[in-house]
């Protein structure tokens, strides 16, 4: 399976302003996926980022409040703009299923708006 | 994408085994029923995967009944350390499948 580096783990932001989020995986991946997990919940799918085009939004998500760059195979962003208190989340990146073990995510980063 | 469904949260204690069950009643035939653990400020990771009947691995079982409406995660002899959230995911067995996690199971074992 791969390996997932995730910076910063995580961060406190004042609000109005933007925090961009790396993922680097230590193996070429077509498909790379953003998460988002707010405080005891589930995980949502932000936006699914396939290398050479633009990334694919889910519902309730837009490229202007979550821009992503997947520049290569082995790396993404997400930055997360303007951001308010209710951004505040842990955002988690995935890579596409290599073997048997299923996806790998990252460590999250946790993010505090404040 | 099936709708899986799973109890809230189990507790148990250190040693006995812990069945957690989860409900896809409407799973496709080309589906498969995959399982996630996730540890506080740590991202999901993959336990088992399967089809089927019964699949074992050395961290748990899952037992798949014949109509595939519902599968068992087993965890035998739980410890601390397995603590954690349980995701049960359905979804085809491709590599490009977002995955769409439910409430999945908060277990809390005791010593």
Known sequence: SAVISQKPSRDICQRGTSLTIQCQVDSQVTMMFWYRQQPGQSLTLIATANQGSEATYESGFVIDKFPISRPNLTFSTLTVSNMSPEDSSIYLCSVEKIGRDGYTFGSGTRLTVV | ?111
């Open chain 2, 1 to 111: 994408l099936a709708k899986t469904t799973q109890p809230i949260s189990m507790d148990s204690y250190e040693g006995q085994e812990v069945n957690i069950t989860c409900s896809h009643n409407n799973i496709a035939t080309n589906d498969y029923i995959t399982w996630y653990q996730q540890f506080p400020s740590q991202g999901p990771r993959f336990i088992i995967q399967g089809y089927k009947t019964k699949v074992t691995n050395e961290v748990a079982s899952l037992f798949i009944p014949a109509d595939r409406k519902s599968s068992t995660l087993s965890l035998p002899r739980v410890s601390l350390s397995d603590t954690a959230v349980y995701y049960c995911l359905v979804g085809d067995d491709l590599s490009f499948q977002k995955l769409v996690f439910g409430t999945g199971t908060r277990l809390l074992v005791s010593p």
